[in-house]
């Protein structure tokens, strides 16, 4: 099992890539993990991520943990921290029914995205000191590295210092090309250096729309949910 999830996970990745998971099979909710620690699903409320960005309704179209499976196996085996994610579809209207009505939607600003990340440590492992000692040190400069390694190649993007309520952020905005053109994607990530516990948040909007404030606005209750009071 992996031990470690490489990079700043899934959203980054989806603010770099800026494509809609509304109809991807692989996308289904999975299940709550293991171990008592909270899911990054737990950590966030449908209703209000709908009334943040104004839509009418949502669906989860990803509920993942990497503790996922692995019941039975051998604590030695156990990944040192505790990574899931969350993926929210967001509409207003009829849901759209294909990938062309999906992104046709969200560039009339009638559909969007929401992604949460959570990374903390697995007290169930007995090798949850390599997380704490190294590992976690490694995610936090993947969030500044990535972020300026994607500015150099990019004309797309800038980057962001995303509100945070007094824990340490980076973030960066990306305007989406290809078959995502019209879209725009704020992406914000939080760590506690004390607790050695990560959040990254992505909204995924059309153009025009404030996503950095309403990143800004999902920040100030998401991530204490998550990271606790600073």
């Not at 980054?12 to 289904?28: I, R």
Request: proline share 6%; net charge negative.
């Amino acid at each position: 099992m992996e031990k470690l999830a490489k990079g700043p996970g899934v959203a980054v990745a989806l603010a770099l890539a800026a494509t809609f998971l509304f109809l991807a099979a692989a996308s289904a909710p999975g299940t709550a993990q293991a171990g008592g620690e909270p899911t990054a699903c737990e950590s966030v409320s449908l209703a209000f991520v709908q009334k943040t960005l104004g839509l009418g309704h949502s669906t989860l179209i990803r509920d993942h943990s990497n503790l996922e499976g692995s019941a039975g196996e051998e604590p030695s085996e156990l990944p040192h921290a505790v990574h899931s994610e969350c993926g929210i579809g967001l509409w207003s209207g009829k849901k759209p029914s294909s990938r062309a009505a999906t992104f046709k939607k969200a560039r009339n600003g009638r559909a969007a995205q929401v992604g949460v990340d959570t990374w903390a440590p697995n007290d169930e492992s007995p090798d949850v000191g390599e997380w704490e000692g190294k590992e976690f040190d490694e995610l936090t400069a993947e969030f500044l590295k990535s972020r300026f390694q994607f500015l150099k190649v990019s004309g797309h993007a800038k980057p962001l210092n995303p509100k945070g309520d007094g824990y340490i952020g980076a973030g960066l905005l990306v305007k989406a090309t290809g078959i995502a053109k019209g879209l725009v994607a704020a992406v914000g990530c939080w760590w506690d250096e004390s607790t050695h516990r990560a959040i990254c948040l992505l909204d995924e909007e059309a153009e025009g729309k404030p996503v950095v404030d309403h990143l800004n606005a999902l920040a100030k209750k998401i991530v204490p949910n998550f990271l606790g009071a600073p």
